[in-house]
């Protein structure tokens, strides 16, 4: 009942208190009035037989929506089919109208109550004729509703290849390797998870980019499943509103019948993929699963079978990319742009992103003085560079924020205080950090190394650092966007002053606000001024590490305001005899680190530093006087270092009271190195109990006295000894273990055999003993990781058979080298063998060997894998590893019947190999 009314003209007329309306004569006018003033008494006394008719339409409306909704999920979840837009259409109307009916049933038994005279009229007959017209007219609806729910088909055909879109991506430059390596495990059946991983701006979003080409930030599981969702055709609204597992249900239910690739970008935190309703890939399946992250951790938490570190690029492909960023005109302008060129591309340390930034805005740079100035400010403070820091620096920095907490931040910017391409050692920055705030909670050194190497370890899988067997180092890009949080970004109490490789010291008052300064690789030759620096935590003076440094003399009173100065290095300043006056102001110093220094005898001023717990004086060559009390006054020592020190034994053991009697009061020592020149002092050493159970590193030098055998079977009752060198020994025959070689019986075999010594051994270096036969001890030393062997003219088998066989039953498992990574042998002209048998090489990384014309039998019980090719190898457990080979004239490689495959190319012409299989000896 909708019958149009028209306009109707009104007018009024006052007449005092009375208003006249004078409404129009006309026929129309009448018969909508009347009209709606009969329909009106049905809104009510019809309302009962309504409602009735509105439930039961109703009824069957939802039961008509419940059947075409497993209609199309039957097609959506079992046949890939996408539902038709006019079903989504009506749904969506069922749907509304639901909440409506709903409304309405709500007033009902209130409506009701207010009816009278039989139900033919109401106590409030506006709000019952109210209710009653919508009562009325969602009749209709829901009536209409129901006529237009018969559908014939209620989904259509839809393809999973149309779900991949190509996106839109610039040409990639020197990625092709790392890309086709990807492709290949996305064909390897048995490789389900592929994670790629590599520090920001490598280009990981850009290989990924590539694979979703080829196969035509934050995330919940929710908004992670309507995304899938919306590619495999569960995009509607209802759908959207089921619970998280319902959802997974669906898709798993989907995907389970085909096989897919899926891929993550940018992933900081693993996702867990059943959760999402993903089937986990499978042999049986062959479906894919990659993804791209800054951290290696997210890929073991992800379950990935194949991890693929993203790299830098190598020079020739980074030289490709900034020319082609930079365009031929600009290089080609003047002759010495390209040369500059490619010192600007060289700061970019093959890094995509950065060479991309500085290659477009060095486009339009066509002077040689502008390819000069950029020079300049990469090398001194690239986030001032165009582009830099918002392009750059910015997208690296998502990776520091999200560490863990602000200490592992601490000790990531610590790092920077060291130049471009510096390798740092690992346990260096275990002492460093331990004597900052960083980890001085720590009460051991092993605790604080254990928390030192798990921060290293964060660092490296956040590709923020980069390991070298036992160093650390950072991406030119990495350490340049550290300096620019240092310096810029960070609190006010902790600022950098970085100067690597300077010539001169810097200004005074630069250091005054400085917390840190680092003049690491210094070229100064004095320090003449004295800086009010009285906020100065760590001062790094080293020298240089390729050329003497010059650095001769440091101002008296040049520390008289470092009052809180923590931790101050002086090392590698050869030039460098004596302390500055002053030194005793540094009360609360806990590192200090003369080594490789000119120090003639240590300052009386240095007793002060009574919180001193790190004190290095190795390769202290002058060092000659160590004044009484002064290494005693320091009772909070842990690591006293005299490695390499050439009055080792002088200092030691020589004057009135002897420095070795001071060192055994050091009750918290933990950590001692030192050099040994005598027979006498050798002996003596093992009388004093902290030197036995504290020695880490021990160097056995100039053993002009000693006879044709060394004894080393106290050696063994050093726990902690961690590397033992032994260097000069011209009459060394033999070096013999005196419960070794004794019958299968003896007691005392069976009592080493129980108490497993030599264990903590991982470093042997054996050098320049002429007349040593065999190294055959080395049975003894289950954890040896590094052997060096260099200059042993008499030298013909590391471990000799007859030997081992005596020893054999001293020995608790036969696996020496079992643990061996790095084996470097050198000069040993009549070396033939490490060691007739086939020995367990389970995880050798490096093998070097130099001057070695004499060996032709190199033996291996496990080698998985073996690959020769232009230097290389790879080894066990596809591990790289570095051979170089000079004046090697003939090498025999035995192999067990457990090698897979051998690859031999580029081939050197001045010697000859022979791969020689144990049980076919096929020649290839």
């Not at 004078?22 to 037989?49: H, M, N, T």
């Not at 400010?377 to 520091?400: N, P, Q, T």
């Not at 060691?835 to 070097?848: E, S, V």
Request: proline share 3%; glycine share 4%; charged share 25%.
């Amino acid at each position: 009942m909708s019958s149009r009314i028209p306009s109707i003209p009104i007018s009024l007329q006052a007449m005092g208190n009375i208003v006249s309306i004078s409404l129009p004569s006309d026929p129309i006018f009448e018969s909508s009035c009347w009209g709606s003033l009969i329909q009106q008494p049905k809104y009510i006394s019809r309302l009962k037989k309504n409602l009735e008719a509105l439930g039961h339409s109703f009824r069957e409306l939802t039961a008509l929506k419940a059947d075409v909704l497993r209609k199309v999920e039957v097609s959506e979840l079992q046949r890939s089919m996408k539902r038709l837009n006019q079903v989504q259409l009506w749904i969506e109307k069922v749907e509304k109208i639901e909440n409506e009916v709903a409304e309405v049933e709500h007033g009902r038994v209130q409506e009701i109550q207010k009816l009278c005279c039989g139900g033919y009229c109401s106590k409030n007959y506006l709000s019952s004729y109210k209710y009653g017209k919508k009562v009325y007219k969602k009749l209709a609806e829901v009536d209409a509703l129901k006529n237009k729910g018969v559908f014939a088909e209620v989904a259509e055909e839809t393809f999973l290849a149309t779900l991949v879109h190509e996106r839109p991506m610039e040409p990639t430059v020197g990625m092709e390797f790392v890309f086709y390596k990807v492709w290949s495990q996305l064909e390897d059946e048995h490789v389900g998870i592929i994670g790629l991983y590599g520090m920001g701006g490598v280009g990981k979003t850009t290989l990924l980019t590539q694979i979703n080409n080829k196969l035509l930030h934050d995330h919940n599981v929710e908004t992670v499943q309507d995304k899938i969702g919306d590619k495999i055709g569960l995009s509607s609204d209802s759908w959207k509103q089921k619970q998280q597992s319902d959802k997974a249900e669906d898709i798993c239910r989907l995907l389970s019948a085909k096989k897919f690739v899926l891929l993550f970008d940018d992933m900081w935190e693993p996702i867990e993929i059943t959760k999402l309703g993903v089937p986990i890939p499978n042999p049986r399946n062959k479906s894919k699963i990659i993804f791209t992250t800054r951290s290696e951790d997210v890929c073991g938490q992800m379950d990935a079978q194949k991890k693929i570190r993203v790299e830098c690029l190598a020079w020739d492909k980074a030289w490709n990319l900034f020319q082609e960023k930079v365009g031929r005109e600009t290089l080609g302008i003047h002759p010495d742009i390209q040369r500059l060129a490619q010192t600007v591309a060289k700061e970019c340390g093959g890094l995509p992103l950065a060479l991309i930034t500085v290659g477009r805005a060095m486009a339009c740079k066509k002077t040689t003085q502008e390819w000069n100035h950029a020079i300049h400010i990469l090398k001194k403070s690239a986030h001032e560079f165009s582009g830099m820091e918002d392009k750059v620096f910015r997208l690296l920095k998502f990776s520091y924020d999200n560490l863990a907490d602000e200490k592992v931040r601490s000790c990531f910017l610590y790092c920077a205080l060291y130049p471009e391409d510096f390798f740092i050692f690992k346990d260096d920055l275990v002492y460093l950090w331990m004597c900052e705030a960083m980890l001085d909670e720590y009460g051991s050194v092993e605790e604080a190394k254990n928390k030192c190497y798990d921060i290293i370890g964060t660092l490296v899988a956040a590709c923020l650092l980069e390991v070298n067997l036992d160093m650390v180092k950072m991406h030119d890009m990495i350490r340049d966007m550290a300096l620019w949080l240092a310096r810029d970004c960070a609190k006010e109490n902790d600022s950098f002053l970085v100067h690597t490789s300077a010539h001169a010291a810097p200004e005074v008052k630069k250091w005054k606000t400085a917390t840190r300064v680092s003049l690491v690789d210094n070229h100064i030759e004095s320090m003449v001024e004295t800086p009010k620096s009285t906020k100065l935590l760590t001062l790094l003076i080293q020298g240089s590490y390729i050329s003497r440094s010059p650095l001769n003399m440091i101002v008296d009173g040049f520390f008289d305001y470092m009052h809180k100065l923590r931790v101050l290095d002086l090392s590698r300043n050869e030039k460098l005899t004596q302390l500055p006056s002053g030194v005793s102001n540094l009360i609360a110093l806990q590192h200090l680190n003369l080594s490789r220094t000119g120090i003639i005898e240590l300052s009386i001023e240095l007793k002060a530093l009574v919180r001193l717990k790190y004190l290095n004086l190795e390769h202290t060559n002058q060092l000659n006087f160590v004044p009484p009390e002064v290494i005693s006054n320091f009772h909070m020592l842990k690591v006293l270092k005299l490695f390499g020190c050439s009055s080792s034994d002088r200092i030691l053991f020589g004057g009135e009271r002897a420095l070795i009697e001071e060192i055994e009061g050091l009750k918290h020592l933990e950590v001692f190195t030192l050099t040994i020149r005598s027979s006498y002092c050798f002996q003596k050493l093992f009388s004093y109990n902290i030197i036995v159970t504290s020695t880490q590193y021990l160097h056995l030098s100039d053993g002009k006295n000693y006879s044709s055998v060394l004894d080393i079977s106290s050696l063994a009752d050093m726990k902690h000894l961690r590397g033992l060198h032994i260097n000069e020994y011209p009459n060394l025959e033999e070096m013999e273990i005196y419960w070794a070689g004794q019958a299968p019986n003896d007691p005392r075999n069976a009592m080493m055999r129980n108490q497993s010594r030599f264990c903590g051994l991982e470093y042997v270096d054996v050098c320049r003993c002429p007349n040593l036969k065999d190294l055959t001890w080395l049975v003894f030393v289950p954890n040896l990781r590094i052997l060096e062997v260099r200059d042993c003219s008499e030298m013909e088998k590391i471990i000799d058979l007859e030997r081992f066989g005596r020893m054999a039953g001293a020995v608790k498992e036969q696996n020496a080298f079992a643990k061996l990574t790095d084996l470097h042998l050198d000069s040993l002209p009549r070396l033939r063998s490490i060691y007739d048998n086939a020995l367990p090489f389970l995880h050798l990384n490096q093998i070097l060997v130099y001057e070695c014309p004499a060996i032709n039998l190199f033996s291996f019980y496990i080698l998985n894998r073996l690959k020769i090719s232009e230097n290389s190898m790879v080894l066990g457990r596809l591990c790289f590893v570095t051979l170089n080979v000079y004046t090697l004239w003939s090498l025999w490689l035995v192999f067990s019947s457990l090698v897979e495959s051998v690859s031999i190319c580029t081939i050197e012409s001045n010697w000859f190999f022979f791969a020689i299989w144990r049980e076919t000896f096929n020649h290839e």
